[in-house]
Protein backbone atom coordinates (compact mmCIF):
# COMPACT_ATOMS: atom_id res chain seq x y z
CA UNK A 1 0.00 0.00 0.00
CA UNK A 2 1.02 3.36 0.06
CA UNK A 3 1.56 3.74 3.94
CA UNK A 4 1.55 2.02 7.03
CA UNK A 5 -1.26 0.31 7.78
CA UNK A 6 -2.69 -0.15 10.79
CA UNK A 7 -5.80 -2.29 12.31
CA UNK A 8 -7.99 -1.80 13.98
CA UNK A 9 -8.34 1.85 14.22
CA UNK A 10 -10.02 1.55 17.71
CA UNK A 11 -10.20 -1.21 20.08
CA UNK A 12 -12.27 -1.32 23.47
CA UNK A 13 -10.70 -4.12 26.01
CA UNK A 14 -12.21 -5.52 29.09
CA UNK A 15 -9.38 -5.07 32.01
CA UNK A 16 -7.97 -8.26 31.97
CA UNK A 17 -8.47 -9.11 27.86
CA UNK A 18 -5.41 -9.65 25.96
CA UNK A 19 -5.58 -7.76 22.46
CA UNK A 20 -3.23 -7.96 19.29
CA UNK A 21 -2.46 -5.20 17.40
CA UNK A 22 -1.56 -5.08 13.89
CA UNK A 23 0.77 -3.37 11.80
CA UNK A 24 1.67 -3.44 7.48
CA UNK A 25 4.82 -1.23 7.40
CA UNK A 26 5.28 -0.20 3.45
CA UNK A 27 6.45 -2.75 0.99
CA UNK A 28 10.22 -3.01 1.56
CA UNK A 29 11.24 -1.37 4.30
CA UNK A 30 13.85 -2.69 6.30
CA UNK A 31 12.88 -1.21 10.01
CA UNK A 32 9.84 -1.04 11.64
CA UNK A 33 8.91 0.69 15.28
CA UNK A 34 6.10 0.38 17.63
CA UNK A 35 5.66 3.52 20.02
CA UNK A 36 2.77 4.23 22.46
CA UNK A 37 0.89 7.56 22.70
CA UNK A 38 -0.67 8.66 25.57
CA UNK A 39 -3.24 11.90 25.64
CA UNK A 40 -1.16 15.06 25.48
CA UNK A 41 1.94 13.59 25.39
CA UNK A 42 4.01 12.33 22.61
CA UNK A 43 4.74 9.49 21.36
CA UNK A 44 7.18 6.93 23.39
CA UNK A 45 9.33 4.80 22.06
CA UNK A 46 8.43 0.57 22.75
CA UNK A 47 10.26 -1.54 20.27
CA UNK A 48 12.47 -1.91 17.12
CA UNK A 49 12.85 -4.12 14.22
CA UNK A 50 15.03 -4.73 11.82
CA UNK A 51 13.36 -7.22 9.28
CA UNK A 52 12.64 -9.94 11.61
CA UNK A 53 15.00 -9.28 14.27
CA UNK A 54 13.75 -7.66 17.39
CA UNK A 55 16.97 -5.25 18.13
CA UNK A 56 15.68 -3.20 21.27
CA UNK A 57 12.67 -3.74 23.22
CA UNK A 58 13.54 -1.56 26.03
CA UNK A 59 10.57 0.39 25.66
CA UNK A 60 8.57 -2.07 26.45
CA UNK A 61 6.65 -1.31 29.82
CA UNK A 62 6.06 -4.70 31.23
CA UNK A 63 6.29 -8.25 29.87
CA UNK A 64 2.85 -7.90 29.47
CA UNK A 65 3.82 -6.46 26.31
CA UNK A 66 4.88 -8.67 23.37
CA UNK A 67 6.13 -7.70 20.25
CA UNK A 68 6.75 -10.12 16.77
CA UNK A 69 7.46 -9.58 13.16
CA UNK A 70 8.64 -13.55 11.80
CA UNK A 71 8.37 -13.08 8.16
CA UNK A 72 10.21 -9.38 8.46
CA UNK A 73 6.92 -7.14 7.14
CA UNK A 74 3.73 -7.25 9.14
CA UNK A 75 4.24 -7.07 12.85
CA UNK A 76 1.87 -7.62 15.40
CA UNK A 77 2.00 -6.12 18.86
CA UNK A 78 0.17 -7.80 22.00
CA UNK A 79 -0.93 -6.63 25.33
CA UNK A 80 -1.80 -9.80 27.74
CA UNK A 81 -3.76 -8.99 30.74
CA UNK A 82 -4.48 -5.66 29.67
CA UNK A 83 -4.90 -2.94 32.38
CA UNK A 84 -6.10 0.59 32.66
CA UNK A 85 -3.21 2.29 32.24
CA UNK A 86 -2.55 0.73 28.86
CA UNK A 87 -4.80 2.92 27.62
CA UNK A 88 -2.93 5.29 24.73
CA UNK A 89 -2.68 5.56 21.19
CA UNK A 90 -0.53 2.94 19.59
CA UNK A 91 1.83 3.81 16.65
CA UNK A 92 3.44 2.39 14.33
CA UNK A 93 6.21 3.77 12.23
CA UNK A 94 8.43 2.09 9.32
CA UNK A 95 11.40 3.34 7.60
CA UNK A 96 13.89 2.20 4.74
CA UNK A 97 17.07 2.10 5.88
CA UNK A 98 18.49 -0.31 8.86
CA UNK A 99 20.28 1.09 11.77
CA UNK A 100 23.13 2.89 11.37
CA UNK A 101 21.64 4.35 8.35
CA UNK A 102 21.29 8.21 8.70
CA UNK A 103 19.65 10.14 6.26
CA UNK A 104 16.45 8.28 6.63
CA UNK A 105 13.49 9.31 8.16
CA UNK A 106 10.20 7.11 9.55
CA UNK A 107 6.59 7.32 8.11
CA UNK A 108 3.61 6.69 11.07
CA UNK A 109 0.62 5.29 10.39
CA UNK A 110 -2.55 6.43 11.92
CA UNK A 111 -2.77 4.30 15.34
CA UNK A 112 -4.66 2.36 16.96
CA UNK A 113 -6.60 3.89 19.63
CA UNK A 114 -6.93 1.34 22.67
CA UNK A 115 -9.26 2.29 25.23
CA UNK A 116 -9.39 -0.44 28.51
CA UNK A 117 -12.51 -0.35 30.59
CA UNK B 1 20.31 9.71 28.78
CA UNK B 2 19.35 11.09 25.42
CA UNK B 3 16.03 13.56 25.05
CA UNK B 4 13.85 16.09 23.47
CA UNK B 5 12.38 18.94 25.27
CA UNK B 6 9.55 21.05 23.62
CA UNK B 7 9.40 24.48 25.75
CA UNK B 8 5.58 25.39 24.77
CA UNK B 9 2.63 23.28 25.71
CA UNK B 10 -0.17 25.32 23.57
CA UNK B 11 0.69 28.24 21.67
CA UNK B 12 -2.19 30.42 20.35
CA UNK B 13 -1.85 32.79 17.21
CA UNK B 14 -3.60 34.72 14.94
CA UNK B 15 -3.62 34.34 11.45
CA UNK B 16 -0.88 36.10 9.69
CA UNK B 17 1.41 35.72 12.49
CA UNK B 18 4.87 34.99 13.04
CA UNK B 19 5.58 31.21 14.54
CA UNK B 20 8.91 30.15 16.04
CA UNK B 21 8.41 26.70 18.50
CA UNK B 22 11.00 25.67 20.78
CA UNK B 23 12.76 22.75 20.86
CA UNK B 24 16.24 21.26 22.55
CA UNK B 25 17.68 17.96 22.53
CA UNK B 26 20.47 16.62 24.86
CA UNK B 27 21.75 14.22 22.87
CA UNK B 28 26.02 14.22 21.90
CA UNK B 29 27.68 13.58 18.82
CA UNK B 30 26.29 13.61 15.35
CA UNK B 31 22.73 14.50 15.80
CA UNK B 32 19.50 13.60 12.91
CA UNK B 33 16.69 15.95 14.20
CA UNK B 34 12.86 16.33 12.71
CA UNK B 35 9.90 18.36 13.31
CA UNK B 36 6.50 16.44 12.45
CA UNK B 37 2.96 17.60 12.14
CA UNK B 38 0.11 15.43 13.66
CA UNK B 39 -3.39 17.88 12.13
CA UNK B 40 -6.45 16.40 13.42
CA UNK B 41 -7.41 13.03 13.01
CA UNK B 42 -4.38 12.28 10.62
CA UNK B 43 -1.01 10.61 11.07
CA UNK B 44 2.23 12.16 12.18
CA UNK B 45 3.67 13.76 8.80
CA UNK B 46 7.09 14.99 8.43
CA UNK B 47 7.25 18.52 8.05
CA UNK B 48 11.45 18.55 7.86
CA UNK B 49 14.68 17.00 8.65
CA UNK B 50 18.36 17.76 9.69
CA UNK B 51 21.18 15.47 9.14
CA UNK B 52 24.23 17.37 8.45
CA UNK B 53 24.98 20.03 6.02
CA UNK B 54 23.29 23.33 6.04
CA UNK B 55 22.28 23.99 9.74
CA UNK B 56 18.85 26.12 8.50
CA UNK B 57 16.46 23.11 6.82
CA UNK B 58 13.48 24.18 4.85
CA UNK B 59 10.79 21.91 4.95
CA UNK B 60 6.93 21.61 3.49
CA UNK B 61 3.89 24.43 3.77
CA UNK B 62 6.69 27.05 3.98
CA UNK B 63 8.64 25.87 7.38
CA UNK B 64 11.93 25.83 8.11
CA UNK B 65 13.92 25.10 11.41
CA UNK B 66 17.84 26.15 12.39
CA UNK B 67 19.91 23.50 14.20
CA UNK B 68 22.00 25.76 16.82
CA UNK B 69 24.46 23.29 17.41
CA UNK B 70 26.32 25.22 20.84
CA UNK B 71 22.95 26.26 22.40
CA UNK B 72 21.47 22.19 21.28
CA UNK B 73 18.41 23.82 19.72
CA UNK B 74 16.25 23.05 16.62
CA UNK B 75 13.70 25.28 16.40
CA UNK B 76 10.72 25.79 14.22
CA UNK B 77 9.71 28.55 12.17
CA UNK B 78 7.27 29.95 10.10
CA UNK B 79 6.87 33.55 9.00
CA UNK B 80 3.53 33.70 8.33
CA UNK B 81 0.92 31.32 9.63
CA UNK B 82 -2.34 29.84 8.55
CA UNK B 83 -5.11 28.48 9.54
CA UNK B 84 -4.76 25.62 8.29
CA UNK B 85 -1.45 25.22 10.47
CA UNK B 86 -3.74 24.24 13.43
CA UNK B 87 -2.30 20.96 15.09
CA UNK B 88 -0.28 18.97 17.11
CA UNK B 89 3.64 19.65 16.37
CA UNK B 90 6.54 17.59 17.73
CA UNK B 91 10.53 17.46 17.79
CA UNK B 92 12.33 14.40 17.46
CA UNK B 93 15.82 12.85 17.04
CA UNK B 94 18.40 10.33 17.19
CA UNK B 95 21.61 9.53 16.39
CA UNK B 96 23.13 7.60 13.42
CA UNK B 97 23.60 4.64 15.13
CA UNK B 98 20.25 4.85 17.61
CA UNK B 99 17.46 2.05 16.90
CA UNK B 100 14.85 4.31 18.08
CA UNK B 101 13.96 8.15 17.17
CA UNK B 102 12.83 9.95 20.42
CA UNK B 103 9.55 12.49 20.96
CA UNK B 104 9.54 15.65 22.80
CA UNK B 105 6.27 16.36 24.53
CA UNK B 106 4.13 18.13 21.75
CA UNK B 107 3.32 21.55 21.39
CA UNK B 108 -0.69 22.07 20.24
CA UNK B 109 -0.69 25.12 17.73
CA UNK B 110 -4.29 26.74 17.64
CA UNK B 111 -4.71 29.72 15.13
CA UNK B 112 -7.39 31.92 15.27
CA UNK B 113 -9.01 32.81 12.33
Known amino acids: GAGVSQSPRYKVAKRGQDVALRCDPISGHVSLFWYQQALGQGPEFLTYFQNEAQLDKSGLPSDRFFAERPEGSVSTLKIQRTQQEDSAVYLCASSPAGVGHSNTEAFFGQGTRLTVV | ?113
Not at chain 2, 56 to 69: C, M
Open chain 2, 1 to 113: AQSVSQHNHHVILSEAASLELGCNYSYGGTVNLFWYVQYPGQHLQLLLKYFSGDPLVKGIKGFEAEFIKSKFSFNLRKPSVQWSDTAEYFCAGTTSSASKIIFGSGTRLSIRP
